[in-house]
């Protein structure tokens, strides 16, 4: 019998805890007796795995003092060894950077799987040390991997061309999968809070659900919001999720400078934000860069209309049932609209607030998908069709399958 052991940094409600959380709960309905490692455990977290999980540490490691965080790293690969040989895994899954380097210094002789969720290349343009890190890696300890996943060719490209990554014989694309019927059902639980069923019922609603991070660049939202929103009466910008104490400092004042107080709600973090995507008018995503953003395909499935910026090439394979070529204006998909990217070079939070022609083309782009129906008319037309490569049965059982 399959012994699986999954590893991730945190428990928060993100896409890679997210597609844990699915594999757990699939393999366990399998038969698998399965383990999951957070590197990091927090009262706030959303993502659990009850009896099965093991928490490394319950302190963040930005309550660590230096010394006391690199022992902390130094300790976790042996960790992980310790829980490997204990319960007997047979295949493990790490997600995302941090726990995909520690997962390949522990050594173990398991069927090793490593997943990556993001363009390495845009990430590393913020140069620290853990970004060094994880790039040294790509040529030196992911040689001990099985498998590596990447979650769109986009990334697997990148990882090649631009990264320098060593072992292109173990790297192989498989995209994220969704449990549609999951999804569903629980897009059909109700709002509990009236106030927040009101704000949706009432009006017509841009929604960003995600972390408010320099990832997501979420001022490029606002911005554009700020040019449609006098076109629509009702219109209302809700944004869910946390983040960086900076990101949403400087997206308080963003608000305000632009008058748009009474038209921005942010409702934090959500355990079940899927009634929310259900109700919501479109779905918007103005990230500077992402993999294969889960939010996509959940929108698909809740038959949600989306406008995202060209954040990645696996964008036009999650929106579009064939691929499309790069445009300097918007790209009509099946799903929604793309427009032009916003990345500059730069991942900080902006010094001034001029507005960008991409931002004129994003605001462009939300007037139309809020003023046509036939946008969510073709989603549903092509929904299964769109769906259909992100089946969770089928892509959980090709992780644990060698290449």
Same mark, same amino acid.
């Given at each position: 019998?399959? /012994?699986?052991?999954?590893?991730?940094?945190?428990?928060?409600?993100?896409?890679?805890?997210?597609?844990?959380?699915?594999?757990?709960?699939?393999?366990?309905?399998?038969?698998?007796?399965?383990?999951?490692?957070?590197?990091?455990?927090?009262?706030?977290?959303?993502?659990?795995?009850? =009896?099965? =999980?093991?928490?490394?540490?319950?302190?963040?490691?930005?309550?660590?003092?230096?010394?006391?965080?690199? +022992?902390?790293?130094?300790?976790?690969?042996?960790?992980?060894?310790?829980?490997?040989?204990?319960?007997?895994?047979?295949?493990?899954?790490?997600?995302?950077?941090?726990?995909?380097?520690?997962?390949?210094?522990?050594?173990?002789?398991?069927?090793?799987?490593?997943?990556?969720?993001?363009?390495?290349?845009?990430?590393?343009?913020?140069?620290?040390?853990?970004?060094?890190?994880?790039? +040294?890696?790509?040529?030196?300890?992911?040689?001990?991997?099985?498998?590596?996943?990447?979650?769109?060719?986009?990334?697997?490209?990148?990882?090649?061309?631009?990264?320098?990554?060593?072992?292109?014989?173990?790297?192989?694309?498989?995209?994220?999968?969704?449990?549609?019927?999951?999804?569903?059902?629980?897009?059909?639980?109700?709002?509990?809070?009236?106030?927040?069923? /009101?704000?949706?019922?009432?009006?017509?609603?841009?929604?960003?659900?995600?972390?408010?991070?320099?990832?997501?660049?979420?001022?490029?939202?606002?911005?554009?919001?700020?040019?449609?929103?006098?076109?629509?009466?009702?219109?209302?910008?809700?944004?869910?999720?946390?983040?960086?104490?900076?990101?949403?400092?400087?997206?308080?004042?963003?608000?305000?400078?632009?008058?748009?107080?009474?038209?921005?709600?942010?409702?934090?973090?959500?355990?079940?934000?899927?009634?929310?995507?259900?109700?919501?008018?479109? +779905?918007?995503?103005?990230?500077?860069?992402?993999?294969?953003?889960?939010?996509?395909?959940?929108?698909?499935?809740? =038959?949600?209309?989306?406008?995202?910026?060209?954040?990645?090439?696996?964008?036009?394979?999650?929106?579009?049932?064939?691929?499309?070529?790069?445009?300097?204006?918007?790209?009509?998909?099946?799903?929604?609209?793309?427009?032009?990217?916003?990345?500059?070079?730069?991942?900080?939070?902006?010094?001034?607030?001029?507005?960008?022609?991409?931002?004129?083309?994003?605001? /462009?782009?939300?007037? +139309?998908?809020?003023?046509?129906?036939?946008?969510?008319?073709?989603?549903?037309?092509?929904?299964?069709?769109?769906?259909? /490569?992100?089946?969770?049965?089928?892509?959980?059982?090709?992780?644990?399958?060698?290449?």
């Amino acid at each position: 019998m399959k /012994k699986i052991l999954l590893i991730m940094p945190y428990g928060s409600v993100g896409g890679m805890e997210r597609l844990a959380l699915n594999f757990y709960s699939k393999y366990k309905e399998q038969g698998f007796e399965v383990k999951a490692i957070k590197i990091i455990q927090l009262p706030s977290d959303i993502i659990t795995f009850n =009896e099965d =999980e093991i928490a490394l540490s319950k302190v963040d490691f930005n309550q660590m003092s230096f010394i006391s965080r690199l +022992l902390f790293y130094v300790k976790i690969p042996f960790v992980i060894r310790k829980v490997v040989k204990k319960y007997d895994i047979t295949h493990s899954i790490s997600f995302g950077d941090m726990a995909n380097v520690f997962s390949s210094l522990s050594f173990t002789k398991e069927y090793k799987i490593a997943s990556i969720h993001a363009l390495k290349s845009v990430e590393f343009v913020n140069k620290n040390f853990l970004a060094t890190v994880f790039k +040294l890696a790509f040529k030196t300890s992911y040689y001990f991997f099985d498998k590596v996943v990447c979650i769109s060719e986009a990334i697997k490209k990148d990882l090649i061309q631009n990264c320098g990554y060593a072992f292109s014989r173990n790297l192989t694309v498989i995209y994220n999968p969704h449990d549609v019927q999951e999804i569903n059902r629980l897009s059909m639980i109700e709002i509990d809070l009236e106030d927040e069923m /009101k704000l949706f019922q009432n009006n017509k609603v841009v929604l960003f659900l995600g972390r408010l991070s320099c990832q997501k660049a979420p001022w490029h939202l606002i911005k554009s919001f700020s040019l449609v929103v006098g076109e629509e009466k009702n219109l209302k910008l809700v944004l869910i999720g946390d983040g960086d104490e900076n990101v949403t400092s400087y997206l308080t004042q963003l608000v305000a400078t632009l008058d748009l107080t009474e038209s921005v709600v942010f409702l934090g973090r959500k355990s079940n934000p899927y009634h929310y995507l259900k109700s919501a008018t479109v +779905l918007a995503l103005s990230s500077y860069y992402e993999g294969t953003p889960n939010v996509i395909v959940e929108a698909i499935a809740t =038959e949600t209309p989306i406008v995202s910026s060209n954040c990645t090439d696996g964008i036009m394979e999650l929106m579009s049932i064939h691929q499309q070529a790069t445009s300097s204006d918007l790209i009509i998909t099946e799903s929604g609209v793309v427009t032009p990217n916003f990345f500059k070079g730069s991942l900080a939070i902006p010094h001034n607030n001029d507005f960008t022609h991409e931002e004129k083309l994003f605001a /462009k782009a939300l007037s +139309l998908v809020l003023q046509d129906s036939t946008f969510k008319e073709n989603l549903i037309t092509n929904q299964e069709q769109l769906l259909s /490569k992100f089946d969770l049965d089928r892509i959980a059982s090709s992780y644990l399958k060698p290449l």
